[in-house]
């Protein structure tokens, strides 16, 4: 059993809503799976929600729990699930509850025992509001999760990654960004995709294609190892042997191309 307290998390946060934090941390879980590492996904607060026999589900939480390894419980992947689908802290003042950071952290450490990884994908965009007096980072930053931040690739992505960025620099560790080539693909990617490698002020972690599900845990490792050097050794080994067995093109610090 992996070392709780060791075990990396990260926090998947996004330019927007509905710009692919889902896509692009099931496409990173379902890499952990195929390279035989315990991943679980993450939903802390999830809006929109369906009442099934087992209770109200969110699909975003759902998705997550499919990408995720076998045999996690829906209420550890997804601890706040409130059914209506508006800004989480309006949904949750309908419902009369304040949205605290408790049963995340019980979820959190459940999740943490079994798995050598755990991917945590925010709302919205990163400045969340969860309730009058708190944001979604000032959890990140209690929680101490260094972010990834997924840019959706469409026209005014530049202005909303390069203040994102700026704005998560001032809470927490940026270990990168994913871009996700979001449906219909924009005019000018290529330049988009140099004007960010130039402007960003951390690396290119990955490149999920459009219509594309997987994507290379390589980069987001190697960022975890030299954020965290003291990380598990099985972060490093396992890092090491993908390395060797990925072609001259995709090694070193080059995204996975598209
Ligand atoms: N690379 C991609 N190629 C094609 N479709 C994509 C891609 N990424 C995301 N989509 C589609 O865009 C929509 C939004 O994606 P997704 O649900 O992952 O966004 P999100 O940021 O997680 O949204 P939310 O804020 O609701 O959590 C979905 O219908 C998804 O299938
Ligand atoms: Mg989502």
């Not at 390279?35 to 999830?46: E, I, L, S, T």
């Not at 829906?74 to 309006?90: G, M, R, S, T």
């Not at 919205?124 to 990834?148: H, I, T």
């Not at 960025?165 to 330049?191: C, F, H, K, M, T």
Request: overall charge neutral.
């Amino acid at each position: 059993m992996p070392d709780q307290a060791r075990v990396p998390s990260v926090f998947i946060t996004g330019t927007d809503t509905e710009i692919g934090k889902t896509a692009v941390t099931c496409a990173l879980l379902r890499d952990y799976a195929a390279q035989g590492v315990a991943a679980a996904g993450m939903k802390p607060v999830a809006a929109g929600a369906e009442q099934t026999d087992d209770g109200w589900r969110n699909d975003d939480a759902l998705a997550l729990q499919a990408a995720s390894r076998p045999g996690l419980a829906y209420a550890d992947i997804n601890p706040w699930c409130l059914p209506l689908p508006v800004a989480p802290e309006f949904a949750a003042r309908d419902m009369g509850v304040q949205l605290t950071r408790e049963p995340v952290a019980v979820a959190h450490r459940r999740l943490s025992l079994g798995a050598e990884r755990v991917l945590v994908e925010g709302a919205g965009g990163w400045r969340l509001p969860l309730s009058s007096d708190e944001e979604m980072p000032d959890w990140v930053a209690r929680f101490r999760w260094p972010v990834v931040l997924v840019v959706g690739m469409r026209l005014g992505c530049l202005n909303h990654a390069l203040l994102t960025a700026e704005s998560i620099r001032l809470r927490a560790p940026l270990l990168g960004w994913i871009a996700n080539v979001l449906p219909p693909v924009q005019r000018r990617l290529d330049d988009n995709l140099a004007a960010l490698q130039q402007r960003m002020p951390a690396p290119c972690l990955g490149i999920l294609g459009c219509g594309q599900h997987r994507l290379s845990t390589t980069l987001l490792d190697n960022a975890l190892i030299r954020f965290a050097p003291d990380s598990p050794d099985r972060i490093q080994s396992a890092a090491d042997s993908m390395e060797r067995t990925l072609p001259e093109t995709r090694r070193g610090t080059r995204p996975e191309s598209i």
